[in-house]
């Protein structure tokens, strides 16, 4: 018989997969302890569920699951191929309606100029070290590392009158801070630099105290100059996403975290995914989704990626977390601290 653990690691279906299937009736274990509630498999289930994780993969809808698995365990030589044909089917008609699609959005595109302000004389911005400091740490963690998508693969600098705006994103989480600025030579429009990973590392590693920094953007040369020294280097040549646009979120339900106590419950997870339960204050809820009942009610329930929340958990000791909907971004803000804010996708809790 293998545990739960042991038949995720043995099948590729991750426990929380299992408990979903299990649930499903899809896959239901040979028996579950009546005490504890752990779930044992027997051995030749071990082949079923390789055969359900390869259909997951697919993306067979769970009907037709049913029905192939059904048909394996049966014998049946005859339907399990017309359903792999008929998803197969669906699967080429579907890339050929979205090659359509993105072919009609490349073209829109093409006419569509860029909304980004182009500086045509060098922009110089003078910042406080430790407040730039500050907004680099806090973004950093969620710069993208793709090499498909460049542009991610950086920290955009948004200058614009008295305020430079940080901006890191992987697609699924977004870091945004501010700080003061005193600007010179943008003739008060608006620019914009995405700065790459390395460069930004660098422009880190100079700023140690509250001495004022100098960056100088210059076409896409980038600048920053303190009393510890200089690092230069060139900007990466894509426009960055409007992130203004990406953070027009409605207004949610603010719950303030326990931030060290979500550390150590996160710390402790050994999956790609946690529940978080959110009541009347948040917690991490087993991977079935209990815990979290205050009085008569129970609370919602939202996936995560805990190394990606714990990464957002680092801006401070204090944050809310603000809940708008099991579909929309999580918001973490510093009450303490305005426009220093992270965006965390979350993650669907079905296979």
Known sequence: MRSIGEMGRDSGLGVSALRFYDRAGVLVPAWVDPVTGYRWYAPEQLGEARLLAR????????ADIRLVLAGWAGGDTGLVPRLLDGHLRRLERGLAEAR??????????????????????????????????????????AAGGDPELPVL????????????????????????????????????GRVQVTVPVPLADAMRALLSDD?????????????????????????????????RRLTRLPEGRRLALDVPALRRALGAQETEVCVLVLADEVTVGDEDGAGGRVGDRVGDRVGVNPAFLLDAL??????????????????????????????????SLEP
């Open 314 to 347: 680092a801006a401070g000791e204090e944050l809310l977390l603000e809940y708008i909907g099991p579909k929309a971004p999580l918001v973490l803000l510093r009450p303490d601290v305005e426009d220093v804010f992270s965006l965390l996708m979350p993650v």
């Open 55 to 62: 259909l997951r993969r697919s993306g067979m809808p769970l």
């Open 100 to 141: 359509e699609e993105l072919s009609t959005v490349r073209a829109l595109l093409g006419h569509k100029e860029t909304s980004m302000t182009t500086a045509t004389a060098p922009a110089r911005l003078t910042v406080p070290g430790d407040g730039l400091a500050a907004a680099l740490d806090a973004v950093r963690y």
């Open 211 to 243: 001495a004022p920094a100098v960056l100088t953007v210059d076409g896409d040369g980038v600048e920053l100059e303190t009393r510890g020294g200089r690092v230069a280097g060139q900007s990466l040549g894509e426009d960055f996403p409007d992130y």
């Open 153 to 188: 693969c950086g920290i955009h600098f948004d200058i614009e009158g008295d305020a430079l705006h940080l901006v890191a994103t992987d697609r699924y989480r977004m870091a945004v801070a501010r700080t003061s600025a005193t600007t010179t030579g943008t003739g008060g």
